[in-house]
Antibody
Framework: QVQLQESGPGLVKPSETLSLTCTVS??????????WSWIRQPPGKGLEYIGY???????NYNPSLKSRVTISVDTSKNQFSLKLSSVTAADTAVYYC??????????????WGQGTLVTVSS | DIVMTQSPDSLAVSLGERATINCKSS????????????LAWYQQKPGQPPKLLIY???IRETGVPDRFSGSGSGTDFTLTISSLQAEDVAIYYC?????????FGQGTKVEIK
């Protein structure tokens, strides 16, 4: 059973860069079967897709965040990471890493980390 | 982006009664070549991450109780809990995976009356 665990600072100053890492255990990140994603949820609000990465390094980002987002993968550590630059209070959210798994010809988020709250404040 | 709109925002249902949640997409999410609706439902219990319940609009994920069912096609979808249990108290989200970026509804909170 795969497990995902987010880690990183819980407080980031405005205009700085948010950095989070997701460690995958119970399975290899270097698989053709899955993509590895980031999704966020502002307090009391809904879910917003940030982007995903394949083990090879190919990425897909939400256009609304694309100019500020970088997702990378470290297969040797079975981890993938998120960097979000120039943060503002609007970026305060619980950040989830999630596995994007195939269901036939479609892809759904079939396994999630517990999430980590990142607050943007001076 | 495809906008997903759920209704109602919240509902309170007695234990053992039926709960019905609606989801409407701003564009068709039925792929004509395979006749599949690219629509999923997730359950998020308090303090937990979302959990995949249903995909292809009506296929339950492994281990999901059969009191959960999904229906609909095109732009209009429904999640039904046939007999509400205490452990079903949660927020439910629909999500389209027809196009990128994948987008979620705003959520429907289900409580016990």
């Amino acid at each position: 059973q795969v497990q995902l665990q987010e880690s990183g600072p819980g407080l980031v100053k405005p205009s700085e860069t948010l950095s989070l890492t997701c460690t995958v255990s119970g399975g290899s990140i270097s698989t053709t079967t899955y993509y590895w994603s980031w999704i966020r949820q502002p307090p009391g609000k809904g879910l917003e897709y940030i982007g995903y990465i394949y083990y090879s390094g190919s990425t897909n980002y939400n256009p609304s965040l694309k100019s500020r987002v970088t997702i990378s993968v470290d297969t040797s550590k079975n981890q993938f990471s998120l960097k979000l630059s120039s943060v503002t209070a609007a970026d305060t959210a619980v950040y989830y890493c999630a596995r994007r798994g195939r269901r036939g010809s479609g892809w759904v988020f079939d396994s999630w980390g517990q999430g980590t709250l990142v607050t943007v404040s001076s | 982006d495809i906008v997903m709109t759920q209704s109602p925002d919240s509902l309170a249902v007695s234990l053992g009664e039926r709960a019905t949640i609606n989801c409407k997409s701003s564009q068709n999410v039925l792929y004509s070549s395979n006749n599949k609706n690219y629509l999923a439902w997730y359950q998020q219990k308090p303090g937990q991450p979302p959990k995949l319940l249903i995909y292809w609009a009506s296929i339950r994920e492994t281990g999901v109780p059969d009191r959960f069912s999904g229906s609909g096609s095109g732009t209009d979808f429904t999640l039904t809990i046939s007999s509400l249990q205490a452990e079903d108290v949660a927020i439910y989200y629909c999500q389209q995976y027809y196009t990128t970026p994948p987008t979620f509804g705003q959520g429907t909170k289900v409580e016990i009356k």
